[in-house]
Nanobody, 127 residues
Framework: QVQLAESGGGLVQPGGSLRLSCAAS????????VGWFRQAPGKEREGVSC????????DYADSVKGRFTISIDNAKTTAYLQLNSLKPEDTAVYYC????????????????????WGQGTLVTVSS
């Protein structure tokens, strides 16, 4: 069965860090773009970051640039999102997605050509 499973969420104080993982099962992330999205209560889903498994090129939303780092392991089985300098407004459910779209096409394109979507992991930033 083809699945993505996110993990690593939790409760953290402002200024803290978390590392989210996105593990693929039943397939590899090779030849996919992997995107991280988030959705806060009462807000629309937002594209956060994207990485091309083919060449490692990345993209970040302005709201997280300089604080979050996306990466993928050499085996192309797990993608990561390192969250640093967290703010209360980063509180959301974070989802990863494997898409045959391209990062350079934007987050709407990633969703349009979505192949696999994870179940999400909750990140809460609060003192």
């Amino acid at each position: 069965q083809v699945q993505l499973a996110e993990s690593g969420g939790g409760l953290v104080q402002p200024g803290g860090s978390l590392r989210l993982s996105c593990a693929a099962s039943g397939f590899t992330l090779d030849n996919y773009a992997v995107g991280w999205f988030r959705q806060a209560p009462g807000k629309e889903r937002e594209g956060v970051s994207c990485i091309e498994s083919s060449d490692g090129s990345t993209d970040y939303a302005d709201s997280v640039k300089g604080r979050f780092t996306i990466s993928i392991d050499n085996a192309k089985t797990t993608a990561y999102l390192q969250l640093n300098s967290l703010k209360p407004e980063d509180t959301a459910v974070y989802y990863c997605a494997a898409s045959i779209g391209a990062c350079r096409g934007g987050y709407s394109s990633l969703l349009r050509y979505l192949e696999v979507w994870g179940q999400g992991t909750l990140v809460t930033v609060s003192s």
